[in-house]
């Protein structure tokens, strides 16, 4: 599978955007989905993740009850919808694919990277 994101911007403090990542491949429907992201001199970091039929999602505290993740296997694409942006949220946004087994929450558990999106929110 290949990964394309996008959606990313500027928006103010209290804003919205949604970002896609949209999947090649006719295998999307068995991948777990995850979305990472970096800021600036910072390690890449767990977002958000959904199993493969979209049953079940994960957040990191950070994010969680401010973001939503969830997928569209009929259309390859897996979306985060991110509500009441803080500047802290300012990074580059990657969506990752991965099988079974480990765990959604570490990196180095993901076959399949996106190129990432640029989120910015300003104060």
């Known amino acids: 599978v290949q990964l394309q994101a996008s959606g990313g911007g500027l928006v103010q403090t209290g804003g919205s955007l949604r970002l896609s990542c949209a999947a090649s491949?006719?295998?999307?429907?068995?991948?777990?989905m995850g979305w990472f992201r970096q800021a600036a001199g910072k390690e890449r970091e767990f977002v958000a993740a959904i199993n493969n039929r979209g049953g079940s999602t994960y957040y990191a505290d950070s994010v969680k009850g401010r973001f939503t993740i969830s997928r569209d296997n009929a259309k390859n694409t897996v979306y985060l919808q991110m509500n009441s942006l803080k500047p802290e949220d300012t990074a580059v946004y990657y969506c990752?694919?991965?099988?079974?087994?480990?765990?959604?929450?570490?990196?180095?558990?993901?076959?399949?990277w996106g190129q990432g999106t640029l989120v910015t929110v300003s104060s």
């Open positions: 990752a694919a991965r099988r079974f087994g480990g765990s959604d929450y570490y990196a180095n558990e993901y076959d399949t």
């Open positions: 491949g006719r295998t999307f429907s068995s991948y777990r």
